[in-house]
């Protein structure tokens, strides 16, 4: 089981995030480092900062760790648009990067700047079709311009794609990812019917958002369902889980208590979330207190 961490950065300066992630570089247990993709704090009002910029600069502090956003929301940004920042990240981390995504559900920063809060099929519906778009991009197509006398490239070559609200005509990613094929992509998405079908169908990873490990068992079976029908081997399904961990001693463990369970449940990779206004130091009790432990156990 691999082990990473997650800081939200809400309600928080700038310096002392920027410390945490300066100490976790230094903290070879961890082997991810994560933020998340939101306008406002998730759980109240406060201060924020946009997630795309803030991974940007914050991943250089950890250079042999994977990073990513748990989840990015599809209708905030153009698929495009991210298949292009997300080519930008897989270079500049020399291929550490992960491009999580998911279908949105933060209704009042929605609202609040104007971006339509549609039903969950439709922002399901949308989702499947970003990624198609995402993928689509990543291959060699996209990177291809026409050859001297083959005509205008905005006429030849390029990627087409014609899937609802996005269509693409011959349209490029140069340069392509580093990653042949792209950066990895998981989906934060938690119904079992539609949201598993979507991995099974496009996914290199799934999220599982936190909670009881009996729900995250059912979640599992569901997407051992998904992945048969699409006739797929879920072993090739990176099934990672966030878990939020307090700054109390009692928080931190019952943490590695339910790092223990998740692991035996079928959790590849465990991502604890913590509060950053806790500090550099909060990191270390997390890593001394529950990720080491979980490293001499699991072989993390």
């Known amino acids: 089981m691999k082990l990473g961490f997650k800081t939200a950065p809400q309600r928080v300066d700038w310096a002392t995030l920027d410390a945490i992630w300066g100490l976790a570089g230094t903290l070879d247990v961890f082997d991810s480092a994560w ?110 311009w026409p050859a001297p006398g083959e005509g205008s490239s905005a006429e030849v070559g390029g990627v087409a794609v014609d899937a609802p609200p996005y269509r693409l005509s011959h349209a490029r990613n140069d340069p392509l990812p580093l990653t042949p094929g792209g950066p990895p992509i998981w989906l934060g998405t938690q119904g079992e019917r539609v ?38 081997d879920r072993s090739a399904i990176e099934v990672s889980v966030q878990r939020r961990v307090g700054g109390t001693h009692e928080e931190r463990r019952a943490a590695l208590e339910y790092g ?10 465990l991502v604890f979330y913590v509060d950053p206004r806790d500090g550099p130091q909060g990191l270390r009790l997390l890593a001394d207190d529950v990720a080491i432990p979980l490293r001499d156990e699991f072989g993390a």
């Not at 439709?122 to 993928?135: P, Q």
């Open 195 to 232: 949201g598993m079908r979507l991995v099974a169908s496009y996914a290199d990873g799934w999220n599982y958002s936190g909670g009881p490990v009996e729900e995250f068992t059912g979640k599992l079976a569901a997407l051992d369902r998904a992945c048969e029908t699409a006739g797929r």
């Open 35 to 144: 933020t998340f993709d939101h306008i406002y704090p998730v759980d109240g009002d406060g201060a924020c900062f946009e997630g795309w910029t803030t991974l940007a600069l914050l991943a250089h502090h950890v250079p042999a760790k994977q990073v990513g956003h748990l989840v990015l929301a599809n209708p905030y940004r153009h698929p495009g648009l991210v298949a292009k920042m997300a080519t930008v990240m897989d270079h500049a981390t020399n291929g550490r990067f992960v491009l999580g995504l998911g279908a949105g559900w933060h209704e009042s920063e929605m609202n609040a700047y104007g971006m339509p809060f549609d039903p969950v099929p439709v922002r399901l519906r949308e989702l499947e079709a970003g990624v198609r778009v995402i993928r689509a991009l990543f291959g060699q197509e996209a990177g291809a």
């Open 260 to 269: 223990r369970e998740i692991s035996r449940a079928g959790c590849d990779h």
